[in-house]
């Protein structure tokens, strides 16, 4: 981040602040014609979000594991709901930026003298709502009174804000390429490949939104902006060489089929040189904040969890989750993170959530006759011999630990176990998390703007609470029998449908067929069947695979 230390570094004073968007990023790889009225009420990036929300790929999440086997029950999230959720959080960041990026600009306008052409903020009307809507009035961003070039909401060209629609519809295509059975599947499919280019989830969705969906003239997928595709691609490289010691699927945006197209995006969107969105960079922190809290709530309502565990984490998941922070991706920021750090950190999240909750409780009535008893001089203090003992001074004292022990244990019980209790300390963490976030504009390539928390501590949390749900949950000995049973479903499958190919449907298999001899291509049609599957229809297809029941006459 140095190079964003100063929000309007390297600008020469007297050059205008570029817009957030060009022409080049509407382009798409094959010219669609539109009609005019289309023109008029939707937007190219609208278009994409519709795209991908209508797209087979987006349904079939709704049978793909987030935490819990999908087929489990019908209350937990699955990889569709989870998508939505991460689309609702991403457009309340952007709507967040884009008011911190307005009060930047009109800032930076004013100190320059060049009041004559204040920056305003766009209609809202030009927002829309994940049900493809309008937004009313009363969801229009509140300016304060005092600020810089403040000016009216309904007056707007949009040309320095993030775009709502871009944002919602990278959130929604984040987790398409993921495979079933969760990232055992991953490993899976990775390890069928591993002399082929590998498989990664966040690949695959390239591959699935530039080659495998079908749209318009059905040879560019879903045949998105160049900008739509470079909101996905969250990083610089493709998958590297299999490595037989660590089989897990390295970190990558695209596979070497799709060079070409993604080199079309890096040269005409990130002008030849790769860079991180706006809305990329949304996208991220948008996942992280729905994965950790909402994983959270799933695992207390499936009894995975209890609050007051976050007080007693065992060593080896405190080891666990160090080890994690150290590998953080912007650049070390917990390279000195400590087991009693991270202790301290869960047991700081905990209260806070219990002081919150608090709030829900009904409190009585303040009775003004009744006066507030006086607490005993220094009953909450300590001798040095109670101090060993543990033993508090006076009856008091100790009634007054009991209660707030009662109390804490009480509201700890109902956030586990109650739906309004559970709810609110979700709400609570979302909120904390969203607006601990800032945008940091490089104003002489806004695209290139970095989005970053402004309190570590509050991102360290955030960050601590999604391995320690991981490690607590995600590795626990229940979730591992069904990821593990999913596991060799997908690595026996391969190899049957590999040697087998007339057990691909009817599409798959006029793709193999025009690969010739070619293995590479030949495995990558399998993969990319096999990695479209549902949990639900993987197991199905398995099963009748290996002779199970079912009728011939059922289409699978």
């Known amino acids: 981040l140095g190079h964003f230390n100063s929000p309007f570094a390297a600008r020469n004073k007297t050059s205008p602040i570029m817009e957030m968007y060009r022409i080049c990023d509407a382009i798409r790889r094959h010219a669609t014609p539109r009609s005019q009225t289309s023109l008029e009420y939707r937007g190219e990036f609208a278009i994409d979000y519709s795209r991908v929300l209508h797209s087979p790929s987006f349904r079939r999440l709704a049978n793909k594991t987030q935490l819990f086997p999908s087929n489990e029950r019908d209350f937990m999230r699955n990889r569709l709901t989870h998508s939505l959720e991460v689309a609702s959080i991403g457009k309340h960041i952007t709507r967040l930026i884009n008011v911190q990026l307005h009060q930047q600009i009109c800032k930076e306008q004013t100190a320059e003298g060049n009041s004559s052409t204040p920056y305003k903020p766009p209609r809202t009307t030009t927002s829309r709502s994940p049900a493809g809507g309008s937004t009313s009035a009363s969801e229009q961003t509140k300016l304060e009174p005092d600020s810089p070039g403040r000016a009216s909401v309904l007056d707007s060209p949009p040309s320095f804000y993030v775009d709502e629609d871009l944002v919602q519809m990278a959130c929604l295509a984040h987790d398409i390429g993921h495979p079933p059975f969760g990232h055992n599947g991953e490993v899976a499919l990775h390890e069928c490949m591993k002399d082929f280019g590998g498989f990664e989830g966040n690949a695959q969705t390239t591959r699935i939104l530039t080659v495998l969906e079908k749209k318009d003239d059905g040879k560019h997928g879903l045949n998105l902006t160049l900008r739509g595709l470079a909101a996905v691609l969250k990083y610089e490289k493709m998958p590297p060489t299999f490595n037989h010691e660590s089989p897990k699927p390295p970190k990558a945006s695209w596979y070497a089929t799709e060079s070409d197209c993604i080199q079309e995006v890096i040269d005409k969107v990130m002008d030849h040189n790769y860079c991180k969105t706006v809305e990329c960079q949304i996208m991220e922190h948008a996942d992280d904040i729905a994965y950790a809290t909402h994983d959270l709530e799933d695992s207390l309502k499936a009894t995975f969890l209890f609050p007051m565990d976050m007080l007693c984490v065992e060593d080896r998941i405190l080891e666990s989750i160090v080890e994690e922070l150290k590998k953080d991706k912007w650049n070390g920021r917990w390279s000195g993170a400590s087991s009693e750090g991270v202790r301290s950190?869960?047991?700081?999240?905990?209260?806070?959530?219990?002081?919150?909750?608090?709030?829900?409780e009904v409190q009585p009535?303040?009775?003004?006759?009744?006066?507030?008893?006086?607490?005993?001089?220094?009953?909450?203090?300590?001798?040095?011999?109670?101090?060993?003992?543990?033993?508090?001074?006076?009856?008091?004292?100790?009634?007054?630990?009991?209660?707030?022990?009662?109390?804490?244990y009480t509201i700890s019980q109902k956030w586990a176990k109650n739906s309004l209790y559970r709810?609110?300390?979700?709400?609570?963490?979302?909120?904390?998390?969203?607006?601990n976030l800032t945008i940091r504009p490089n104003m002489l390539n806004l695209y290139r703007s970095i989005v970053a928390p402004l309190d570590e501590g509050i991102d360290m949390e955030l960050q601590v609470l999604k391995i320690y749900v991981y490690e607590k949950v995600i590795r626990s000995h229940r979730i591992q029998v069904d990821e593990t049973s999913g596991y060799h479903i997908l690595i026996e499958m391969f190899k049957m449908i590999y040697v087998r190919p007339s057990a691909l449907p009817e599409d798959f298999r006029q793709i193999f067929d025009s690969c010739g001899d070619c293995e590479a291509t030949q495995k990558?049609?399998?993969?990319?069947?096999?990695?479209?599957?549902?949990?639900?229809?993987?197991?199905?297809?398995?099963?009748?695979?290996?002779g199970g029941t079912g009728s011939v006459l059922k289409s699978i």
Not at 345 to 357: A, G, H, K, T, V
Not at 423 to 435: F, M, P
């Open 365 to 408: 009535p303040n009775n003004p006759e009744i006066e507030p008893k006086p607490a005993a001089e220094d009953e909450d203090e300590w001798t040095e011999s109670e101090q060993k003992t543990k033993r508090p001074r006076s009856f008091a004292a100790q009634r007054k630990r009991n209660t707030d022990a009662a109390t804490n």
């Open 345 to 360: 950190c869960l047991e700081s999240m905990y209260y806070n959530i219990i002081d919150e909750l608090e709030k829900t």
């Open 423 to 435: 709810g609110k300390a979700t709400s609570y963490l979302i909120s904390r998390y969203v607006e």
């Open 524 to 546: 990558r049609v399998v993969c990319d069947f096999i990695a479209s599957m549902s949990d639900l229809y993987a197991r199905e297809f398995y099963s009748r695979l290996r």
